[in-house]
């Protein structure tokens, strides 16, 4: 009898033990939740102000060309640059991301064939 006493206490034991190694774990979730969403929202935020920025320096941009001789060129050039800088950041860090849009561009590889047979995704 006083085997199986032991042994139940044992088991009780242990399970409290394991609950509140549980509950303390549970208790570190929500402050590294809250840093990562903190960061995550810091991220958010610098980048929208980046976009606005950058949105405010292509106006300027705009409004400056227009009053040199040749107003086109210079945006057009930057644009040229942009699209050039875009290219090659993608060849490098993203090889494998022309195969991907060459399967969007064209339907027919990726198995998407409308009633008509010509190919067209729905």
Known sequence: MSTETQTDQ???QTEVQEFLDARQQRRWIFP??????LCAGSVALL????LSTADKLRNQLI???????????????LSLLGAVLAVYLTRK??????????????????????????????
């Open 10 to 12: 044992d088991t009780k």
């Open 32 to 37: 590294r939740a809250a840093l990562v969403g």
């Open 47 to 50: 980048f929208r102000v980046a």
């Open 63 to 77: 409004l400056w060309s227009q009053d040199q001789a040749a107003e086109w060129i210079l945006p057009v050039l």
């Open 93 to 122: 860090f993203a090889p494998e991301a022309p195969e991907a849009a060459s399967r969007i561009s064209n339907p027919s590889s990726c198995g998407c064939v409308n009633s008509d047979g010509d190919g067209s995704c729905l």
